[in-house]
């Protein structure tokens, strides 16, 4: 017998094991329980009926079926926003806290909607799901110039800007908001502005560098009742806090108009939201909106309460006569967003385009329904394992990974803006991503993680952004391939090869380099010589390839008892300073191999793999490692005509490694093993 002795470390995650306290935290009786994270929504909490997968049954009034129109009206920005990109459009909210409110028609203003500062928040609201770190990337000096330049050209009358929460900045961002709003006014002096911007954590010095920046509605959400706050939203947003900030704006400048708005669902009562309305009036909130809460994941607050239609009606009333300007009053919009690429299997080549299409309808039977803009983004992100000890937490703070970094995001994609949909009417629209060549592939390691995606986001106005992921496999293009050039010599000819795809033609370069026979001979020596030689047909291959190879044993001295042949992939972490490896058998051939004069062996690449890459941080290399187990004497000995196996066997292992490059595979093959993919995506907002 033999047996090779392996060690391996084994690192407790500190992160899991790091303490901290909750007897500060408020105990939140209406969210997720620890079950339902550890089963990932599978199992929750039981509520009282009626439910469904342990969340409140959707109402009917908040269903409609689905009645397919053919009618398609041209959208009235559309030519103007064609091919126009906006740099500075927030992509990762999916905050559901979507509010009906006006929007743009025949006898009120055009209308769109913009975030500012980023796509990452400094705190951690219980409600939505924008991502989070306490040191979000550094704020775009051109931002406002480029937003200011990009609304311009939209040719519309109104313009509400949003930002995310930055308690990194000194001023929470407040100067950086007041620059966006003066280069407006001085592109475009026209333009309503309106600002729903953060609490500042109480900065009324920010508050008032907005209020002075020459804006028109100067917005801050209140969310819920006082009695909810401290489960509802961060711990740094105060109930008292936002009603100060907004005092202070309308104290600081009378003649602005300022608003909030209030989400309804999450367990208050009639009273609460009487006596919030009241305490808005009495700080000179003028303009109120108030909607219907949705759960956007299975690990945010659950859903108490569908308000009614009517119920909402009511609160309009109630507003108009505590004496608000305007009471904006509904449940969620009913529009069905349906987002799908070409390929049904979602694979795709770095350099290759992805057509993706998307369709809006409106669910609603009875009603219109209208959303400000909407548009569409490529990401990738890498995770990456830190050994650093996690940091004592910060009172107050967030507690998110700093591991997770966006590595590329493709400028948005503006796909409509002031979109009107009539009752049932669908619409749809078509965009085409590019995906750059020199980025990784999609890759679940030990050191490095990278995914990708496509997020369409869309909003309506005075309303959090809504986005929906569809995520995407990319495999590396691992041959340097060119398109073939337009030629515009002869406007007669047609050209033909502009229908080749880069997929085919990596396809076809990649079958040439591997399809050629180029045998190799490698011998194994030890002490007494050439154990074995080692032949191998190719050293290119693609995945769904099987490495063939053949071994001959020569020694007459040293006899080869049995050996082994183990397909492996090792991933190389390029930041540690020992270049530390990480590596995962894919197949495997053992053989006893006494007697044999020759062999062969045979070894399957996984269509689901990814080939070998080199990024930033790590390097995937494929290998071969082969084991020989040896021995001067043969394990059984012949004595009159009689074989008896000996008692003791003096042995002796062998390893050797050898490296093969393996390249990657028609996008199309590379599904037939992949069915988790899905091309499509819906959902409702």
């Not at 995770?383 to 948005?412: D, H, L, M, W």
């Amino acid at each position: 017998m033999w047996a090779s002795k392996t060690s391996r470390k084994i690192r407790p995650n500190l992160n899991l094991l790091a303490s901290c306290s909750f007897a500060s935290r408020p105990v939140l009786p209406d969210g997720p329980s620890l079950a339902e994270f550890i089963s990932n929504g599978n199992d929750v909490v039981k509520e009282k009926p009626p439910m469904v997968n342990g969340r409140l049954r959707m109402p009917d009034w908040l269903k409609r079926d689905l009645v397919h129109g053919g009618d398609q009206n041209q959208l009235r920005l559309k030519k103007q926003l064609r091919g126009l990109k906006l740099a500075t459009v927030c992509e990762e909210a999916r905050c559901p806290n979507i509010n009906e409110c006006w929007g743009g028609g025949d006898d009120v203003p055009a209308t769109a909607t913009i975030m500012l500062m980023g796509d990452t928040c400094t705190r951690g609201c219980r409600f939505c799901s924008v991502k989070t770190a306490r040191n979000p990337p550094k704020l775009d000096e051109n931002e406002p110039e480029n937003t200011a330049k990009a609304v311009a050209s939209w040719g519309v009358e109104y313009i509400v800007l949003t930002s995310v929460d930055r308690d990194d900045l000194p001023d929470g961002g407040a100067t950086h908001i007041a620059k966006t709003v003066q280069q407006l006014k001085k592109e475009a002096g026209h333009i309503l502005v309106e600002c729903l911007v953060p609490d500042f954590a109480g900065n009324l010095s920010s508050v008032e560098t907005i209020a002075h920046s020459g804006l028109d509605v100067y917005a801050h959400n209140l969310e819920t009742v006082r009695r909810l706050t401290p489960w509802v939203r961060d711990p740094r947003a105060k109930y008292d806090q936002s009603l100060t900030a907004l005092k202070h704006a309308k104290e600081t400048k009378p003649s602005l108009i300022t608003k909030s708005s209030l989400m309804l669902g999450l367990g208050e009562t009639d009273e609460e939201i009487e006596q919030a309305m009241m305490d808005l009036r009495e700080v000179g909130v003028e303009a109120l909106t108030l909607g219907q809460y949705m759960q956007p994941t299975k690990r945010h607050l659950l859903v108490k309460e569908w308000v009614t239609p009517e119920k909402f009606d009511y609160w309009k009333t109630k507003g108009d006569e505590l004496g608000f300007l305007y009471t904006a009053s509904g449940p969620l919009m009913s529009i069905e967003i349906i987002a799908k690429v070409e390929n049904d299997n979602a694979i795709f080549l770095t350099g290759e385009s992805i057509p993706i299409n998307v369709s809006l309808m409106n669910i609603k039977t009875d009603s219109a329904a209208s959303l400000a803009w909407g548009c569409i983004q490529l990401h990738c992100e890498q995770i990456s394992k830190t050994n650093v000890e996690p940091a004592q937490r910060v009172e107050g703070g967030t507690s998110v990974s700093r591991a997770k970094e966006a590595i590329f995001s493709s400028k948005p994609n503006i796909i409509f803006c002031d979109l009107s949909l009539k009752p049932s009417e669908l619409q749809e629209f078509t965009c085409v991503l590019e995906i750059p060549e020199n980025l990784p592939p999609s890759f679940k390691g030990h050191f490095s993680k990278y995914v990708w995606y496509i997020s369409i986001a869309v909003q309506n106005v005075d309303a959090p952004i809504k986005v929906i992921n569809l995520p995407i496999k990319i495999l590396n293009n691992t041959v340097d391939i060119k398109l073939p050039k337009k030629s515009s010599e002869n406007p007669f000819l047609s050209n033909e090869s502009q229908c080749l795809q880069i997929a085919e033609i990596a396809s076809n370069t990649i079958d040439d380099l591997t399809s050629v026979k180029n045998p190799r001979f490698f011998k194994i020596n030890n002490e007494s010589g050439v154990l074995a030689t080692v032949t191998l047909f190719k050293n290119s291959f693609r995945l769904g390839d099987d490495v063939v190879g053949r071994i001959v044993f020569e020694n007459e001295n040293t006899h080869s008892l049995q050996f082994l042949v183990r397909l492996e992939t090792v991933e190389i972490d390029l930041h540690s300073e020992t270049k530390e490896e990480h590596v995962i058998s894919h197949d495997l051939e053992h053989n006893v191999c006494t007697f044999l004069k020759e062999c062969h062996f045979k070894l399957h690449i996984p269509l689901q793999s990814v080939p070998s890459f080199t990024s930033d941080t790590v390097q995937l290399k494929w290998r071969l490692h082969f084991e020989f187990v040896t021995s001067t004497t043969l394990p059984i000995q012949v004595n009159e005509g009689i074989s008896h196996l000996i008692n003791d066997l003096n042995i002796e292992t062998m390893n050797w490694d050898h490296y093969i490059y393996v390249h990657t595979c028609n996008p199309y093959n590379a599904g037939l093993s992949c069915t988790t993919m899905n091309s499509s995506v819906s959902h409702v907002v």
